[in-house]
């Protein structure tokens, strides 16, 4: 049986196309609810082989989408690589990557050279998924978008928008508000006056409508933006991106251009959703933020909760020269940190919610954007596992789930259709067990956070980033 030092291996070795599976009914290990029905799809690296070359960064392996259908009490398993450009040019000894990995100096410059500029950005979506109208679609940071088929999984092509919305680089983490049935997203732009521009989808259309522009600063490196009901907020780190860096031919993609300025405070950026204007430009301490967790309006205040760092280590942490055997319990450890705004004031307060560590968190739908109580995320900061946390902010207490050897990925809570209470539903969450040398789907019940179920894999699954639930797919 093999030991927790395997976890590196695992978790981050390649698959091939003879490892795709297509509605593989699992095993359960006991009971899965029979009123869960639905498509939890995630998305992620499923290879980070480029001919004889190897990608340098977790974030550069080539996509992979992973669909976990829901049915009766029954769970099938869909696993397919997207067919891109950038898949076809890694099979042919290329480089998919942009955020850290290249393909030598050589390589870049006859890119450049042959582009007259920038080369054109990678199709290598392998980050998140969303809806758009009746489009179901890959997205990564590159402004390039890819469709597939929710149900097979299967590659449909690039997703191009038809509007003016200018992009140089783009959000994977589009913001889903149930209540004003609507979808945002952000753009970066370089240039002279740097800018991020918000637009929205409605639910049903597949076409958005920009609704704000907000001058930059440095740009920022900004991953991820959170909603309230009236409010778009922007969270702007000191790590900022030089653009002659980013530019420039000769370096390592966009992981190279990144500048961490310890000096400069984090900026928050209150849009209006109605009018876009910006209403408010707080700046509190220093810190570095992938994923926020939720925020809503208090009066004449705004909180924000995000998972803060206390610098940017944790970008570097997790390219291959840093991570180690026990992977995550290497990277440094994120906290879930509250701050208020004063909408009114320039007043600015930060408290810690959670000591422990944490990432990729998730709050259940009905209370995003509004006042809540519960925040599920995985629970890091431990050695030989990563676990599972349900954080009550009410009470200032959280109830952790951990397993020797198991590496839990991102949760996703998803609501008993017919309940009115925050909390009551299922988590789902797919996870390494590095003893058995498989990967699995557990299911907790979201009260008690107590285990239901496991469904093991046929393989281990390199680790994924990030995935949505869809109850309106067929199991």
Known sequence: MAGTDRAYELGFQSLSESEEYDANRLPVDGSIPGWLSGALIRNGPGSFEFGDERA???????????????????????????????YADAEDGGTAGEFATTGGVLEQARRWLAALGPPESTDNANVHVARFGDHYVALTEAPRRVAFDPVTLETRGEFRWTDDVPEHMATAHVTVDPVRRETVGYSTTFGRTPQYHLYRVPFGSAGRERFAAVDAEGPGYVHDCVLTENYAVLVEPPLRISILRALSPWGDGIFDAFEYDADRETRFLVVDRDTGDLVAERRGPPAFVFHHVNAFEDGDDLVVDLVAFEDAGIVDALSFDTLSGDAFAAAPPGRLDRYRLGLETDRVERSRRYDGGLELPTVPQSVRGREYRYAYAQATDREGANGLVKVDLERGTAVEWWERGVYVEEPRMVPHPDTDREDEGVVLAPALDTRRERSMLLVFDAETLTERARAPLPHALPFGFHGRFFPELEG
Do not use: P, Q
């Open 56 to 86: 340098t960064h977790w974030f550069d392996g080539l996509a992979m989408l992973r669909r976990y259908g829901f049915d009766d009490g029954e769970v099938r398993y869909t696993n397919r690589f997207l067919r891109t450009d950038a």
